[in-house]
């Protein structure tokens, strides 16, 4: 069992949402950390943990950045972080797996299941060796407490409930002295 870090540069973590029930809203939180214990003969006996600070929002239009960033949305004052730990690991065929943890936002805890595709193992241009995964689950925004909404005066609502969360992760192995290699720079 190997420790890999989150190179944050090379990860993104990037949501989609119904906007007037219509057209899509994309963005990404700018800031995520975290740490993975793989078992690279068993994948199903890893694990891992991870955060977004919920300041780093952005989706390209200053004015909803500032609103998704208010006790509306994620109150980032009070909630400065996202988190998401995994519990169990299942293996559905070839490199695809299902992991399952307790996601957290504005301190409501549940569970939820990614779908990841493992894209390999590999050694960057400096020599260290890393790892590159991709991971898709969909969730109901209501269920961890974001509802703020507005109706529409045609029917329906300006936010769509139903949010597509997408975590593309490259990591570093940690040597046993606590140290990551470098990694590229692009």
Known sequence: ?????????????????????????????GAVEGTLALDE???????????????????GFEARDNHLRSADFFDVEHHPWITFRSTRIEALGGDRYAVTGDLTIREVTRPVTFEVELLGFYRSMRGGRRVG????????RKDWALTWNMPLEAGGWLVGDAVTLTID????????????????AA
């Open 169 to 184: 992760v490259a990591a570093d192995e940690v040597a046993p002295g606590g140290e990551v290699a470098p990694h590229d």
């Open 41 to 59: 003969a068993d994948p199903t006996r890893s694990s891992g943990e991870f955060r977004v600070a919920t300041a780093s929002v952005g989706t």
């Open 1 to 29: 069992m190997a420790t890999w870090q989150i190179d944050p540069a090379h990860t993104d973590v990037s949501f989609s949402a119904k906007h007037m029930m219509v057209t899509t809203v994309r963005g990404k939180f």
């Open 133 to 140: 995964f991709s991971a898709t689950t969909r969730l109901d």
